[in-house]
Each structure stands twice: as C-alpha cells, then as structure tokens.
C-alpha cells in the first residue's frame, strides 16, 4: 500500500509540474513527492536533515522552494521570526485554513476552521472595506514543550 501511494505520488508530482511548465528534474520530482508524502507543513530545514536529500545543497533547496511557489504547488506559512514553513496548495487544503506554531519547538499544526471571516468583514465594512481575504498567525507553546516545562 505504501509503495503504491509513492509512486502515485511521483505520477503526480509529474503531472503537476509538467501541467505549471516546469521542468522536471529529479530534486524537483524528489522535494515535491515529500510534501504530498508528509501531507504537512514542511521547513527547508526537515529537507536538508533528511537522508534522502543529502545530495542537494541547500542553494539547490532554496531554489526549488522558489520555484515550486511561483508556480503556485506550495506556499510559504510564516513561523516565528524569520522561520518558514511550506505546504502544497490545492491538492490537500483545498479550504482555506489557518496555522498555529509552536513558539518553543516550531512545530506547526493546520487548523482546519477559520471561524473570524465574518468579524473579520464586519470590522471592514465599519470602515468601508470589502475583505478579499485574510492571513492569521498564531503562536503559542505546543503539548510536548509545555509537557516539558513541567
């Protein structure tokens, strides 16, 4: 079952990047796969700590990130400070949604309600403005690092 899934992944994975005009190089073909393999949130920093992509540098990392968000498959999450994270766009939040992230760890969770569009409005329409979309930040201490603080 898992073998089935990477390799449908990969299929995939090529579709999309032939379908956005990008070329498709085996680092591109290899990051992308790990995002719809993960089906999370990712930092730069969990590729470049990961075996399987020891052979890219991080300029190289960098660069398919780039490219990969200009073609809209993925898109930055901002962290704390100057941390990012990525996640694939459509393909598995098709919904808009919101992240949380720990300020201890960085780990960062989708929260898949945004439940503040309507007050979000409301206040725009006070001063009128028509809200076309919103962006959310939130940070606080995750389970395991307050768990640890004990």
Not at 40 to 66: A, G, H, Q, T, V
Not at 70 to 88: K, M, N, Q, V
Request: aromatic share 8%; hydrophobic share 35%; with cysteine.
């Amino acid at each position: 079952m898992i073998k089935t899934s990477i390799v449908k992944n990969q299929i995939t994975a090529e579709t999309l990047l032939k379908e956005k005009g990008l070329r498709c190089t085996k680092a591109r073909i290899l990051i992308f796969c790990e995002f719809l393999n993960r089906n999370k949130p990712l930092s730069i920093n969990e590729f470049k700590n990961k075996k399987s992509f020891n052979d890219l540098d991080e300029s190289s990392l960098y660069r398919n990130f780039k490219k990969l968000e200009a073609a809209g498959l993925i898109r930055a999450i901002p962290g704390s400070g100057d941390f990012h994270f990525y996640e694939t766009t459509e393909l598995q939040h098709s919904h808009h949604h919101h992240h949380i992230t720990c300020s201890s760890c960085k780990k960062i969770q989708c929260l898949n309600v945004c439940s503040v569009e309507k007050q979000l409005s409301k206040m725009a329409n006070s001063v009128g403005f028509q809200v076309e979309g919103h962006r959310l930040e939130l940070y606080g201490i995750c389970q395991e690092c307050v768990a640890k603080k004990l």
